[in-house]
């Protein structure tokens, strides 16, 4: 038997350099991480507006509160406090509970009377509520301390 032996030219060969065989496999694992970055921080940036407007709207509800019961609130001197009135700061925990805030023991809710009337009739209020945001991913600059504040007149 004889064998033949094939003769190979240049030309026929394969350069390493002309194979596109795992192009497709670099593009794709490259866009597949770009569009799951691009995802993830989408999701945090709606995370992050849909927590500042909870916690504007908990801002709102207790200085609905402040507004109607302000004679009734037990302050006497004007002034910022973190502690009293503790009605209007429970108003506020409540409303934000009720928005589904993930910690609320994390937020800090200070009620000003800055007029010297304190909470007489025709006084100013401010509610402010402040929450440390904390993102579900790792990505960077998403964590913030978001602030709502609010003001108003007291009626009664």
Do not use: W
Request: proline share 4%.
């Amino acid at each position: 038997m004889r064998t033949r032996k094939r003769l190979c030219r240049v030309t026929e060969s394969p350069s390493l350099f002309n194979r596109d065989s795992g192009q497709s496999l670099v593009e794709t694992s490259l866009s597949m991480l770009m569009i799951i970055t691009s995802a993830l921080a989408l999701f945090e940036l709606c995370m992050v507006t849909y927590t500042l407007s909870a916690l504007s709207e908990s801002a709102h509800e207790g200085l609905r509160y402040a507004i109607v019961n302000g004679s009734d609130a037990g302050v006497s001197a004007s002034g910022c406090s973190t502690s009293s009135p503790s009605a209007v700061i429970s108003a506020v925990t409540n409303a934000a509970t009720n928005y589904s805030l993930r910690n609320t023991a994390s937020m800090t809710v200070t009620v000003c009377y800055p007029a010297t009337g304190g909470a007489a009739p025709g006084s100013l209020v401010t509610v402010t509520a402040s929450y440390p945001y904390t993102p579900f991913s790792s990505l960077p600059g998403f964590q913030q301390t978001l602030t709502a504040s609010t003001e108003g007149r007291i009626l009664y």
